[in-house]
């Protein structure tokens, strides 16, 4: 996604955009750690496109996430249990499903809430919009690739910001060198990044987003940074109040 999928996207924004200036470019979670992984991998290419970069529950190395939800994943093993089913999609679109979590929402508002305080958002549920959830869920999750969740647990696990661990044989073949090798944010260059990060947040913790900061700091990358409480990592996308986003349009505006 982030050799392919993630330039793809910046060459079609560019096809369409008639000022031919350079992009602005705001990501949230796994959509933050694809460009994080691009810019270690492709920095020239990055810098020649993107003159700012916003990152909403930033993600990159994970190994403080406290969400009880990935922590059970891990203890099960899930990945060999989704190769012993055959499953290669985790969470699918399903509008038969859909319905069902709207309806509970709807019904039993308390189990909704409490699947968001299991998996990602600790107290923020105070900021996030609850009427508006049964709207939310109609389309949330939409699904990910086994490979994707997979490589999450791993670093996780490692508590590294590395690519897919293939196992130590195809590593040898695809990495030359027995452990996938390891993206260094010191190559991060010529990029101005602002993160915004959750105080509530179960995934993006702010124990990992400090030291995200700290390490691209070095280069000098980081123009902003905030930590707003009483959000989690989902409030970035259904909150009740808006007045965080005043901070990362004051940021936009400043490059246009």
Not at 146 to 173: C, P, V, W
Request: glycine share 6%; proline share 3%.
């Amino acid at each position: 996604m982030a050799v392919y999928d993630l330039p793809a996207v910046i060459n079609k924004v560019e096809e369409q955009n008639l000022s031919n200036k350079k992009i602005i470019y705001i990501g949230h979670s796994q959509g933050t750690c694809l460009m994080f992984a691009a810019m270690c991998l492709k920095n020239d290419y990055i810098k020649d496109k993107i003159k700012l970069f916003i990152a909403l529950a930033p993600v990159a190395r994970v190994g403080g996430v406290s969400s009880n939800f990935l922590k059970v994943l891990n203890s099960i093993k899930v990945e060999e249990l989704f190769k012993v089913t055959k499953t290669y999609e985790v969470f699918p679109e399903d509008k038969k499903a859909s319905k069902f979590t709207t309806w509970v929402n709807n019904n039993f508002p308390s189990v909704t809430n409490g699947i968001l305080d299991l998996i990602s958002d600790d107290k923020s549920l105070l900021n996030n919009n609850k009427e508006r959830m049964s709207i939310f869920f109609n389309h949330y999750p939409s699904g990910s690739s086994l490979k994707a969740t997979n490589h999450f647990i791993q670093l996780f696990r490692s508590d590294k910001f590395h690519g897919y661990d293939y196992g130590k044989e195809a590593n040898m073949f695809i990495y030359g060198q027995s452990e996938p090798k390891e993206y260094n944010l010191d190559d991060i260059k010529g990029v101005d990044i602002g993160l915004f990060a959750g105080v509530e947040d179960k995934l993006a913790t702010l124990r990992d987003v400090r030291w995200l900061k700290e390490k691209l700091s070095k280069n000098k990358n980081v123009v902003e940074y905030k930590e707003y409480e009483k959000m989690g990592h989902l409030t970035f996308l259904m909150p009740l109040e808006m007045s965080w986003f005043d901070d990362v349009l004051s940021l936009i505006k400043k490059y246009t």
